[in-house]
Structures are given as C-alpha cells and as structure tokens.
C-alpha cells in the first residue's frame, strides 16, 4: 500500500471551478487552431521570400548531356580527396518533374533513380 502526501497543487484544486476552465479552454480551441494555422503560414512565406530569390535553377532539355555530381551515397570506396566531384557524361532521357530527370548513360542504360538539378550541370564538349 502506498502513503503519500498530496501536492499543494492537489490538495487546492476545486473540481467546479476545474470545469469551468477546462470547458473555456475548449470553447476557445477553435481559436487558438486558427491563430497556430496563421502563425504556420506566415512562417512558411517568411522562408520562401527568403529563399526562392537565392535559388538557380537550370532547366534542360531531353537529349541534353549533363554531369552528375558525385554525393556521398554514390562515391566508391577509398577514393581519395583529388578525384574529381562530378561523373558523366549522361543523356536526359526524360522529364519526370519540376527539376527531376531520368539520366542514360552513354550506352543508353538507365540509372536507377531521379535526379535532382542541383545535382546536375550541363556538359561542354
């Protein structure tokens, strides 16, 4: 059996007036939902003002040589600091989204997955 002492905060609560403010609390939920709701998109234009005039984007077209940049989910191992942060030449084969391309190598084969433009630079012969 456990003994313990209430807590001051316990022992001067009234369940009426308890009930009260949880049912004010509730009437202004609707209120406090909205203002949340403002403060989120206020905060995301903020952002976007912020960040949208800094961007370069790069639109290619299909049939485009391009370079990829070599990320670390991609780099092989032991390869030293001097190798070079780009691979390529790839084709664009195709334009799946809003900056996101399917990429052929030279031979025509696919590469597995999407990519993105920051990852990529057009090539100079």
Same mark, same amino acid.
């Given at each position: 059996?456990? +003994?313990?002492?209430? @807590?001051? $905060?316990? /022992? $001067? @609560?009234?369940? #009426? @007036? &308890?009930?009260?403010a949880l049912l004010v609390k509730l009437d202004f939920l609707d209120e406090h939902r909205d203002l949340v709701h403002m403060k989120k998109v206020d905060q995301k234009k903020r952002m976007e003002r912020y960040y949208n005039p800094r961007t370069?984007?790069?639109?290619? %077209? +299909? #049939?485009?040589?391009v370079l990829r940049k070599v990320i670390q989910r991609t780099?092989? +191992? &032991?390869? #030293? %600091?001097?190798? /070079?942060i780009w691979e390529g030449p790839y084709r664009i084969s195709a334009i799946t989204s809003k900056g996101s391309y399917e990429l052929d190598n030279q031979d #025509? +084969? %696919?590469?597995?997955s999407n990519w993105n433009v920051t990852h990529l630079k057009r090539f100079y012969c």
């Amino acid at each position: 059996m456990e +003994v313990g002492e209430p @807590t001051l $905060r316990f /022992s $001067r @609560t009234n369940e #009426g @007036t &308890n009930n009260e403010a949880l049912l004010v609390k509730l009437d202004f939920l609707d209120e406090h939902r909205d203002l949340v709701h403002m403060k989120k998109v206020d905060q995301k234009k903020r952002m976007e003002r912020y960040y949208n005039p800094r961007t370069n984007l790069r639109y290619f %077209k +299909v #049939g485009e040589l391009v370079l990829r940049k070599v990320i670390q989910r991609t780099q092989e +191992v &032991n390869v #030293g %600091k001097l190798r /070079s942060i780009w691979e390529g030449p790839y084709r664009i084969s195709a334009i799946t989204s809003k900056g996101s391309y399917e990429l052929d190598n030279q031979d #025509g +084969v %696919k590469l597995p997955s999407n990519w993105n433009v920051t990852h990529l630079k057009r090539f100079y012969c």
